[in-house]
């Protein structure tokens, strides 16, 4: 049996549209040159917006990435300000003027979303945390007091714990 993965399922998909709504209305009120005429070309926007977001920005990250790494990471906010653009040309009722305005709404929509995944995403699980020991170095022990290289394997399994 095939499983999906969790950010393809439609409950994830759901909710990425509405916090994608969320940022669009944001980015609406912060700019006037971004614009939705009604609720509906709201919500398709938003949910065309984050399928895209899902599906083809993906392939096109992998496309750019010399771009997105020579520009140190820029070239990402270039094209989520491209997408954005795609899909105010797409939705009849979704305006967005200008290229600096798409750069501003993505900017916004991204900064939205970022943070309310921050404050009200799921948090880290036990198993998340990483443990820093530090042992300070000692003299060699002679050769026949070290321990055999099996016995060295075991010690160093150590519930993921970095010692330095």
């Known amino acids: ?22 940022g669009v209305v944001l980015a609406s009120a912060s700019s006037h040159n971004i614009h939705f005429t009604d609720f509906a070309s709201l919500v398709i926007a938003a949910a065309l917006l984050s399928a895209i977001h899902t599906f083809i920005k993906p392939l096109l990250l992998l496309i750019s990435l010399p771009l997105i790494v020579l520009s140190m990471g820029l070239g990402i906010w270039l094209i989520n300000a491209c997408l954005l653009l795609l899909v105010s040309q797409l939705i009849p009722g979704f305006h967005v003027a200008s290229l600096s305005s798409a750069l501003w709404g993505s900017l916004v ?3 939205f979303c970022w943070l309310w995944k921050v404050w009200f995403g799921p948090k880290p699980g036990p198993r998340s945390r990483v443990q820093v020991r530090y042992r300070p170095k000692t003299k060699a022990a002679p050769a026949s007091q070290q321990p055999r290289p099996q016995q060295r394997r075991q010690s160093l399994n150590d519930d993921d714990v970095i010692d330095i």
């Open 109 to 111: 929509i991204s900064l």
């Open 1 to 22: 049996m095939i499983q999906s993965s969790p950010q393809y399922s439609a409950s994830h998909m759901l909710k990425e549209a509405l916090l994608t709504a969320g």
